[in-house]
């Protein structure tokens, strides 16, 4: 006779055959885990992310970091091969995430980095440069 090795029991038996209860696997059971972010810090989080998740942004806000005075977005418009809508599309997605101010000059916006940044943010935009 053959041993089926799914059951343990063997082909042409006349017992029938008996499945073996296969162990629940306990939840967390192989490495310990860090408590989650709290839900608005982590909001938070996944929001600088989210606004950083473009590579024109991620661009925009590298030159922000480094510019000394605010950048008007006729400059942007200058660094990019991209039409000033959607520069200013852009720059409304950071401006959402409250990554950057913008002040009105006359015609233009002038944009630099939010001073009231979160130190989550603002410790993501220190990687940058």
């Not at 590579?55 to 922000?64: A, D, K, V």
């Not at 480094?66 to 200058?78: K, L, N, W």
């Not at 995430?97 to 916006?109: N, P, Q, V």
């Amino acid at each position: 006779m053959v041993v089926n090795p799914y059951n343990r029991t063997m082909v042409g038996a006349t017992e029938t055959p008996t499945l073996d209860a296969i162990p629940l696997r306990v939840r967390g059971c192989c490495q310990p885990v860090a408590p989650r972010i709290p839900g608005p810090d982590a909001e938070e989080c996944a929001a600088v992310f989210r606004a950083l998740g473009d590579r024109t942004r991620l661009q925009m806000i590298h030159m922000l970091a480094e510019a000394t005075e605010p950048v008007c977005v006729c400059d942007f418009t200058a660094a990019f091969d991209l039409g000033q809508p959607t520069i200013s599309h852009h720059l409304a997605k950071l401006r959402d995430a409250r990554l950057i101010t913008s002040t009105r000059r006359g015609i233009w916006t002038f944009h630099q980095l939010n001073p009231a940044m979160s130190p989550a943010a603002r410790e993501v935009v220190a990687l940058l440069h």
